[in-house]
């Protein structure tokens, strides 16, 4: 006796589709109540006539056919379902007198009997077997496309990361002429943040750039993506309009905040072209706080025309000021 259930087929078989030929029509009702407790789709015809015009008409993961049949035998069925779909998985039904028809059905390669008088044990260690193998195989397809499709993206990716790396090399080699061609005073006691201020801005930074990355990445951005995003940048300009050096840059990033809360779509239209200028003002905006806390604050100002170039950009691609991007930037 087998020792396979049928709970333990229906796990492969629940979501199977399956056509079933056989004349004997007393076997067929019988034989499709147990199969409709097994598999979400069967579809009964009484020969193989019948059985090729359903086949022509849809997509079937298992044929289960008898071997004699009236008008067309299984044998014939077989073959010409071969023909259309080499790879279909087919079980045939077969009598102990049919056993001259087995050498042409292994030819047609053919695997799977079901010997009638039909043994429930019997059949379901068949359909176990053969479902768990096309389960498996419809598994592996899925894996392989979803692996093609990273793929895909990670090449992407790769392209606007290259993209991102010649951006911030650019910004870097402006920002080293800048430190050698420009003096700007600077007041230190109003250009210095209280601890506080600097690790609210710090955690800031944090939340927009995973905030960032979703949007660079995410296929399904809705508004509230967006606005989450925008409204980061409001809380990070509150906090620097309260140090009068930073008004301007906190004027601009507030601007930014208030652009993308007012006009979420047109971000999302133009993510791919915002993506990566968003990706280097943040990197830019970390650098920066970075030499606020250490009170480099001439190096810190010579960076503010990198962000404020970027914010302004970005601001014109979501209003709709700048339908073109060209691929050379020109940062200063």
Known sequence: MSSITTDQTLNFTRDLKVLYAEDDLELQEQTKDFFEVLFSSVTVVNDGIEALEEYKKESFDIVISDIRMPSMDGIELTTKIREINHDQCI????AYSDNDYLIKFINLNIRQF??????VDNMLETL????????NEKMVEEYRESLEESNKELTLKNKELQSLVRILDSKLLQIAKNSTTEERSVNSTEATMSQEHLDELKELEVDIGGAAVLVSLSKNLTASNIKVLGSLFLSYSEI???YKPYNE????????GVALNNAP???IKRVTD????LESFIYVLRMWRAKVVHIEFSKAFELHSSMTNDISTIIAIVDGTQDEIETEIEFF
């Open 91 to 94: 079980i045939i039904v077969s």
């Open 114 to 119: 079901i010997q009638k008088p039909i043994d």
């Open 128 to 135: 176990y077997y053969t479902s768990k193998a096309i389960v």
């Open 240 to 242: 620097l309009s309260i």
């Open 249 to 256: 840059l906190s004027q601009k990033i507030n601007e930014l």
């Open 265 to 267: 779509e047109n971000f």
């Open 274 to 277: 915002i993506s990566t200028l």
